[in-house]
């Protein structure tokens, strides 16, 4: 894992992430009150763990944005410069 700080944002690279590490950053994001959690990867989430992630925001006060897959294409290929300055 890389962690950084860019633009004020908290920004943390993995290469590869499981369903436990993923709810477990949440529940730290929702204990710090933290409004919005967002997934951004190149690679989609499995159908599991999107379930999973719709069942852990029931239990949360911080939303999860699912950007990954054509999610993240669409978005790089609209902001270009946030992928110069995240792909660093």
Not at 19 to 30: C, T, V
Not at 49 to 56: A, G
Request: glycine share 6%; aromatic share 12%.
């Amino acid at each position: 894992m890389k962690e950084e700080k860019n633009g004020g944002l908290n920004v943390k690279i993995f290469s590869r992430c499981s369903f436990d590490d993923i709810s477990g950053k949440i529940y730290r994001a929702n204990g710090k009150r933290i409004n919005t959690f967002v997934i951004m990867s190149n690679m989609h989430l499995t159908p599991q763990c999107q379930d999973n992630i719709t069942d852990l925001e029931k239990l949360v006060f911080c939303r999860v944005m699912d950007w990954a897959g054509l999610n993240f294409r669409i978005f790089s290929l609209n902001i270009p410069i946030f992928v110069i300055n995240f792909s660093r």
